[in-house]
């Protein structure tokens, strides 16, 4: 898919047309301004009214990637949350465009997502859509994509989710679960808003411009279901936001409720990008990485640190710019563990060396145990399958 980058320039696409970078759902560039982003996207930032709000229905609990600002905007939580509060009807909505690269950062919604299921006992809704990879990527056959959806789904299956609430869509597999919604759908987006919204161009082919109604139609599932209004939140990083900008504009004249979403930002790059990058493999941990590749793209990372131990001591390193330290705040649930690796940094305590040891214990662990789960998940993956659920 063609970037989406014209020069000095907003489009309602929603991706920043500067120079410095460019955020659409296929395409991270650049040094990412996320207030700015959120602006120009037409974005709320979560708010600690929200989060009160969320925290007196759960019992004063607030995930942590909630809490430490990761998930950092939305379109319509409030209403979602009021709706909660109330006892109305919701469910849960992500996804997975099925690549044989599923790294860390794909994980971070589902883990947010896994505590909502479990907080608020709701559906939840997961698409892999072998269609849009096929579509949009070169060099992947169907075929592929289709088996892609079915090994991308286990790592999802591995954080715990039960069939009783997660339903597994495949788009190839499940169209006719998604087609009628998809095409009233796509009847109500003109090509010229499409291409717009995501930077298609007359070279693409018929298939990616009509593709956005096949994710838009997910967020109305649960409505048709069970026959019943009941609007979907999202979770997921921002780059998805342009589906459901379009998806709410056009939701009441579908008569279907609006979809709410949430928005976080990227993990980044181990070598110091906005977002860990496929192009790149030093720069993400990759669910297979084994023990010796994951050390060796930790031992390598860029860091906050100084150039030497002795500067390192005497001045401090910063962690607010060092993807290491993000690492251990975005895997860590621990506050005080995680306080005190911000603060010994600073004060010159900690040495980078130490810091990113300590973080490949943390992802060796948890990449060893993740890979074990899903090799039990194998066996249970059709339990998943919307198709064994709803008839
Ligand atoms: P995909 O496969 O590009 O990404 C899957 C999910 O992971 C998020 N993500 C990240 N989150 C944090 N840090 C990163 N570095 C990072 N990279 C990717 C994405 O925002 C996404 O939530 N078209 C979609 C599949 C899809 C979908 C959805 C996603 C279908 N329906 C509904 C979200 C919501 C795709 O190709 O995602």
Redesign the pocket.
């Known amino acids: 898919m063609k970037a989406f980058i014209h020069p000095n320039k907003t489009r309602p696409g929603g991706c920043h047309l500067g120079q410095e970078y460019a955020v659409t759902?296929?395409e991270?560039k650049g040094k990412v301004d996320y207030l700015r982003l959120a602006r120009e996207f037409g974005v709320q930032l979560i708010t600690d009214e929200d989060v009160s709000l969320l925290k007196g229905l759960t019992g004063g609990d607030v995930h942590y990637l909630i809490r430490r600002g990761f998930f950092y905007a939305h379109r319509g939580f409030r209403e979602i949350l009021e709706r909660a509060r109330s006892g109305g009807s919701w469910a849960l909505?992500?996804?997975?465009?099925?690549?044989g690269d599923?790294?860390?950062?794909?994980?971070?919604?589902?883990i947010l997502t896994k505590w909502f299921v479990d907080k608020f006992n709701v559906h939840y809704f997961?698409?892999?859509?072998d269609d849009?990879?096929f579509l949009v990527r070169d060099g992947y056959t169907l075929e592929e994509t289709n088996r892609l959806a079915y090994d991308?789904a286990l790592s999802l299956i591995a954080l715990g989710f039960t069939p009783d609430r997660l339903h597994i869509i495949v788009d190839t597999d499940d169209v006719a679960y998604l087609y009628k919604i998809a095409v009233k759908v796509a009847k109500k987006l003109t090509l010229s808003t499409v291409k717009n919204t995501f930077g298609l161009t007359d070279s693409n082919n018929i298939g990616a411009t009509f593709f956005p109604a096949?994710?838009i139609a997910?967020?109305f599932l649960p409505t048709e279901l069970f026959n019943g209004e009941t609007p979907v939140l999202?979770?997921?990083?921002?780059?998805?936001d342009p589906?459901?900008r379009l998806a709410r504009d056009i939701a009441e004249s579908l008569n279907y409720p609006k979809p709410a979403?949430l928005y976080?930002?990227?993990?980044?790059?181990l070598t110091g990008e906005d977002?860990?990058?496929a192009s790149n493999p030093d720069s993400?941990l990759y669910i297979n990485d084994d023990d010796k590749e994951v050390r060796r793209k930790i031992m390598n990372a860029f860091t906050g640190g100084q150039p030497t131990a002795e500067l390192q001591r005497r001045l401090g390193g910063n962690p607010d710019i060092c993807p290491v330290y993000k690492y251990h705040m975005l895997l860590s649930d621990n506050d005080d563990e995680v306080r005190k690796i911000y603060e010994d940094c600073r004060g010159g305590r900690l040495l980078c060396g130490e810091c990113k040891l300590m973080l490949y214990e943390r992802v060796s662990a948890f990449l060893n145990k993740h890979r074990e789960l899903r090799e039990r998940a194998k066996d249970k993956i059709n339990e998943y399958k919307i198709s064994v659920k709803f008839k």
Do not use: C
Request: hydrophobic fraction near 40%.
């Open positions: 759902p296929w991270v909505y992500n996804g997975r465009g099925p690549s599923l790294h860390i950062g794909h994980l971070v919604p589902w997961f698409e892999l859509t849009e990879k991308n096949m994710e997910v967020a999202i979770p997921t990083a921002i780059d998805q589906y459901f979403t976080s930002k990227f993990l980044p790059g977002k860990m990058s993400a």
